[in-house]
């Protein structure tokens, strides 16, 4: 998983299911517990891929050179799993002939070969062409015909509906597909009452025979119907999970949802500079443009280092002064922090490090190299010194002043850290112990005195429970917290990925949230590139009022037209803008046209959570038998118990109350709590259910029982207790049969 994001993993592999994996950060293993942490060694002599069954790592680190290696030659895995896959890719697109993947799609295209099940998790799956998805789905599988790059994309083409579809390559790949998955049910049913079974019959048996001249004597519905099949039976239907809002509100329509989805309410915010901020704005991008074209030049990295202090430039002169406090260091070769290269943070290098490997093309120089760099440096910090304010902080504090007298609580993102201490300093003297933070270092409450940290759960509950009036986050808060409790959020800033600005969205846009409209803020100063990118695709495209949805192949144009944009200065500029915008309204356009995720429809309806075991079986099963029974009282909280063999502590079966505002700690496979009640008795031993194990890795338990005829397998807990509520058979049994369905059921699926 991305470096940002290992926290925020741990921590939902132990609350959601009960898995304590460590970090293992290339020379120890680390846990984090709430905003301290704990460290393991490595066992002399062990593969450290090996020590825990299950392993949390960086991309960032698994990816570098020699660690990919040592990965690699660990041996097979059951699982892996990849968050932010998106970032596995090729380096270019200009021919696609050219096949150049960074580090991270390389090192998957080796575990690929060398792991039981992969899962790729990603909201934007294709950035900016459609061989991104091909390059994914092909590390997962694809049926032999549609492993050819060419005609996959020939395929995804000829989505677009137009007069030059290659009929040859579709019908090859729809015949592939359909000897692969099936005819998509969903298609068969609704072809078949439009059509009848014989204009259903007729499209297939053209598949079929790969007969493409049938096409030209269809009818314009049979050559609809055709169409709808192309996109049903391309890979991504088959091989992928999502949920768009379209889709959600579909599911809530039909009742499979019981929330609905909130709509958006936009509203982007251009603010004037003062004319000492103005003077200050462009002496800087003055100073960036300049040396950022010097680097470019010399093709050592450099350069990208320049478009950092651009993004902080717009977040806030806080963290464009505490940036360039860092670069006057480095330059002067006074910084030592080799976590932290050329002084610059995970908020600054994660993204071009992970897509573009970006930390092992910079390039060291003598001190003598930076000189007239510092003096830049130097004079541009005396300028900052002057500033005695910052307008856009006096608008969002009189917009938070009057946003609550209308709601109760407020959301306020920004991209760096740095942004949010200045924030915090700013306000802390208005909201007290009302305000928090959550960023990178946890969460922190200002408790009258101090700032404390607090766990992400704590201060979730917190904030449900309306102790929080202003909650400021960096873009850590973008995945893992739910706050679908508030209904309005603040953009301090705009990054240049718009993908993250809707990570931001979805923190209260999401199921769960009880109001019908979420109401959006976003600060730009005006007439800067981020503004006027920003109006082009809220006004033009849209996007400020959907979900991304389609629209997502857009998402790396206005990123990169905003780059290239920022790093000029003048008629330059003008000119970069001017072909940005063209460029991001013709990828629009492009995506819809045609998208291998374009009119996503999934195969069947959302799969629904089951297992052998769930929480609602555990409590069931639990609370009204003896000897249970006797050591649990049910509790004034909601969905609550008091374990009396633990002093009354509180514990839940349901998640949703542990996640909420109660202390109750969730009480599932292990829990200490759990884990102490199972141990109560044993369990009673009879002929005709048998138990069998096998710990050749992770453990495998099967239950069997006789029912007079056969040994049947136990599929669940609730069909155990049932069985043990039966009357016993005492008659002697042979459980070699059970033995065998065990072995060749469960054992053998891990080959």
Same mark, same amino acid.
Not at 38 to 55: A, F, K, M, Y
Not at 320 to 331: A, H, I, M, T, Y
């Given at each position: 998983?991305?470096?940002?994001?290992?926290?925020?993993?741990?921590?939902?592999?132990?609350?959601?299911?009960?898995?304590?994996?460590?970090?293992?950060?290339?020379?120890?293993?680390?846990?984090?517990?709430?905003?301290?942490?704990?460290?393991?060694?490595?066992?002399?002599?062990?593969?450290?891929?090996?020590?825990?069954?299950?392993?949390?790592?960086?991309?960032?680190?698994?990816?570098?050179?020699?660690?990919?290696?040592?990965?690699?030659?660990?041996?097979?895995?059951?699982?892996?799993?990849?968050?932010?896959?998106?970032?596995?890719?090729?380096?270019?697109?200009?021919?696609?002939?050219?096949?150049?993947?960074?580090?991270?799609?390389?090192?998957?295209?080796?575990?690929?070969?060398?792991?039981?099940?992969?899962?790729?998790?990603?909201?934007?799956?294709?950035?900016?062409?459609?061989?991104?998805?091909?390059?994914?789905?092909?590390?997962?599988?694809?049926?032999?015909?549609?492993?050819?790059?060419?005609? $996959?994309?020939?395929?995804?083409?000829?989505?677009?509906?137009?007069?030059?579809?290659?009929? *040859?390559?579709?019908?090859?790949?729809?015949?592939?597909?359909?000897?692969?998955?099936?005819?998509?049910?969903?298609?068969?049913?609704?072809?078949?009452?439009?059509?009848?079974?014989?204009?259903?019959?007729?499209?297939?048996?053209?598949?079929?025979?790969?007969?493409?001249?049938?096409?030209?004597?269809?009818?314009?519905?049979?050559?609809?119907?055709?169409?709808?099949?192309?996109?049903?039976?391309?890979?991504?239907?088959?091989?992928?999970?999502?949920?768009?809002?379209?889709?959600?509100?579909?599911?809530?329509?039909?009742?499979?949802?019981?929330?609905?989805?909130?709509?958006?309410?936009?509203?982007?915010?251009?603010?004037?500079?003062?004319?000492?901020?103005?003077?200050?704005?462009?002496?800087?991008?003055?100073?960036?443009?300049?040396?950022?074209?010097?680097?470019?030049?010399?093709?050592?990295?450099?350069?990208?280092?320049?478009?950092?202090?651009?993004?902080?430039?717009?977040?806030?002169?806080?963290?464009?002064?505490?940036?360039?406090?860092?670069?006057?260091?480095?330059?002067?070769?006074?910084?030592?922090?080799?976590?932290?290269?050329?002084?610059?943070?995970?908020?600054?290098?994660?993204?071009?490090?992970?897509?573009?490997?970006?930390?092992?093309?910079?390039?060291?120089?003598?001190?003598?190299?930076?000189?007239?760099?510092?003096?830049?440096?130097?004079?541009?910090?005396?300028?900052?010194?002057?500033?005695?304010?910052?307008?856009?902080?006096?608008?969002?504090?009189?917009?938070?002043?009057?946003?609550?007298?209308?709601?109760?609580?407020?959301?306020?993102?920004?991209?760096?850290?740095?942004?949010?201490?200045?924030?915090?300093?700013?306000?802390?003297?208005? $909201?007290?112990?009302?305000?928090?933070?959550?960023?990178?270092?946890?969460?922190?409450?200002?408790?009258?005195?101090?700032?404390?940290?607090?766990?992400?759960?704590?201060?979730?509950?917190?904030?449900?429970?309306?102790?929080?009036?202003?909650?400021?986050?960096?873009?850590?808060?973008?995945?893992?917290?739910?706050?679908?409790?508030?209904?309005?959020? $603040?953009?301090?800033?705009?990054?240049?990925?718009?993908?993250?600005?809707?990570?931001?969205? *979805?923190?209260?846009?999401?199921? =769960?949230?009880?109001?019908?409209?979420?109401?959006?803020?976003?600060?730009?100063?005006?007439?800067?590139?981020?503004?006027?990118?920003?109006?082009?695709?809220?006004?033009?495209?849209?996007?400020?009022?959907?979900?991304?949805?389609?629209?997502?192949?857009?998402?790396?144009?206005?990123?990169?037209?905003?780059?290239?944009?920022?790093?000029?200065?003048?008629?330059?500029?003008?000119?970069?803008?001017?072909?940005?915008?063209?460029?991001?309204?013709?990828?629009?356009?492009?995506?819809?046209?045609?998208?291998?995720?374009?009119?996503?429809?999934?195969?069947?309806?959302?799969?629904?959570?089951?297992?052998?075991?769930?929480?609602?079986?555990?409590?069931?099963?639990?609370?009204?038998?003896?000897?249970?029974?006797?050591?649990?009282?049910?509790?004034?909280?909601?969905?609550?118990?008091?374990?009396?063999?633990?002093?009354?502590?509180?514990?839940?079966?349901?998640?949703?109350?542990?996640? =909420?505002?109660?202390?109750?700690?969730?009480?599932?496979? *292990?829990?200490?709590?759990?884990?102490?009640?199972?141990?109560?008795?044993?369990?009673?031993?009879?002929?005709?259910?048998?138990?069998?194990?096998?710990?050749?890795?992770?453990?495998?338990?099967?239950?069997?029982?006789?029912?007079?005829?056969?040994?049947?397998?136990?599929?669940?807990?609730?069909?155990?207790?049932?069985?043990?509520?039966?009357?016993?058979?005492?008659?002697?049994?042979?459980?070699?049969?059970?033995?065998?369905? $065990?072995?060749?059921?469960?054992?053998?699926?891990?080959?």
């Amino acid at each position: 998983v991305p470096r940002s994001l290992v926290k925020q993993w741990q921590e939902e592999l132990r609350d959601k299911f009960l898995v304590d994996a460590p970090f293992y950060d290339g020379s120890k293993f680390v846990y984090f517990e709430g905003n301290t942490t704990r460290s393991e060694p490595l066992p002399s002599g062990r593969d450290p891929w090996r020590v825990h069954r299950v392993t949390l790592a960086s991309a960032q680190m698994a990816k570098m050179s020699g660690r990919s290696e040592s990965l690699l030659n660990s041996g097979e895995w059951d699982l892996v799993i990849l968050d932010e896959a998106h970032h596995a890719r090729r380096r270019d697109f200009a021919t696609l002939n050219r096949y150049r993947p960074n580090r991270l799609l390389r090192l998957m295209e080796g575990l690929t070969e060398r792991t039981k099940a992969l899962l790729l998790m990603t909201a934007t799956p294709m950035q900016v062409h459609p061989i991104e998805v091909y390059d994914l789905l092909k590390l997962l599988g694809l049926p032999e015909k549609w492993q050819d790059q060419r005609s $996959f994309m020939e395929y995804i083409i000829s989505l677009r509906e137009t007069d030059d579809t290659t009929w *040859g390559t579709v019908f090859s790949l729809l015949d592939s597909s359909i000897k692969h998955w099936g005819v998509d049910k969903s298609w068969e049913e609704s072809c078949g009452r439009a059509l009848g079974p014989v204009g259903r019959q007729r499209i297939l048996n053209a598949i079929d025979f790969e007969n493409t001249s049938a096409v030209y004597s269809f009818s314009d519905s049979e050559r609809e119907w055709l169409r709808q099949l192309m996109r049903r039976q391309q890979p991504v239907p088959w091989m992928t999970y999502r949920s768009t809002r379209p889709l959600l509100r579909q599911y809530f329509a039909q009742g499979l949802l019981k929330q609905n989805i909130p709509y958006r309410e936009p509203a982007p915010l251009q603010l004037d500079m003062t004319p000492q901020e103005q003077e200050l704005y462009h002496a800087v991008e003055q100073y960036i443009s300049d040396y950022y074209q010097r680097y470019e030049e010399l093709k050592n990295g450099l350069g990208f280092v320049m478009t950092i202090y651009r993004r902080r430039l717009t977040s806030s002169l806080h963290a464009l002064k505490c940036s360039l406090e860092r670069r006057r260091e480095f330059l002067q070769n006074k910084w030592n922090d080799a976590t932290r290269p050329m002084g610059l943070d995970d908020e600054d290098l994660e993204d071009a490090d992970l897509d573009d490997d970006i930390t092992e093309t910079l390039v060291k120089k003598p001190p003598e190299f930076w000189q007239n760099e510092v003096i830049e440096v130097d004079a541009l910090l005396e300028q900052l010194e002057g500033m005695t304010h910052e307008g856009k902080y006096l608008k969002v504090m009189d917009d938070l002043g009057d946003v609550l007298k209308q709601v109760a609580q407020v959301i306020v993102f920004t991209q760096y850290t740095d942004t949010l201490d200045f924030l915090r300093e700013q306000l802390l003297a208005v $909201f007290q112990t009302k305000l928090a933070c959550y960023s990178g270092r946890g969460g922190e409450v200002w408790d009258g005195t101090n700032w404390s940290g607090m766990s992400k759960e704590r201060l979730q509950a917190k904030f449900a429970a309306g102790d929080i009036s202003v909650l400021l986050c960096t873009d850590a808060a973008a995945e893992g917290l739910n706050l679908q409790n508030c209904g309005v959020i $603040f953009n301090y800033d705009m990054p240049w990925n718009p993908m993250k600005v809707e990570q931001r969205i *979805g923190r209260i846009d999401r199921i =769960g949230q009880k109001r019908p409209v979420v109401k959006i803020r976003h600060y730009l100063y005006k007439d800067t590139v981020e503004a006027r990118i920003y109006e082009v695709l809220g006004d033009r495209i849209d996007w400020f009022k959907s979900i991304v949805g389609e629209l997502q192949p857009i998402l790396h144009h206005a990123q990169q037209a905003i780059r290239k944009a920022a790093m000029v200065v003048g008629q330059q500029r003008e000119d970069a803008i001017k072909e940005g915008i063209q460029q991001l309204e013709g990828a629009a356009q492009a995506a819809k046209e045609y998208s291998p995720t374009l009119k996503f429809e999934p195969n069947s309806p959302p799969p629904t959570a089951g297992g052998p075991v769930d929480l609602f079986s555990i409590q069931e099963i639990l609370v009204p038998r003896q000897p249970w029974q006797e050591s649990l009282e049910e509790a004034p909280e909601q969905h609550c118990y008091k374990y009396l063999r633990d002093k009354g502590s509180l514990i839940t079966f349901d998640r949703e109350t542990a996640t =909420g505002t109660t202390d109750a700690s969730i009480c599932t496979y *292990g829990s200490r709590i759990l884990e102490e009640m199972l141990s109560l008795r044993e369990p009673p031993h009879r002929k005709d259910i048998v138990r069998f194990e096998d710990n050749a890795g992770t453990p495998v338990v099967g239950y069997y029982r006789w029912d007079s005829e056969a040994w049947r397998k136990i599929d669940s807990l609730p069909m155990l207790v049932s069985a043990l509520e039966t009357a016993p058979t005492f008659e002697d049994l042979d459980a070699e049969e059970a033995k065998s369905l $065990f072995e060749n059921n469960v054992v053998s699926g891990r080959t």
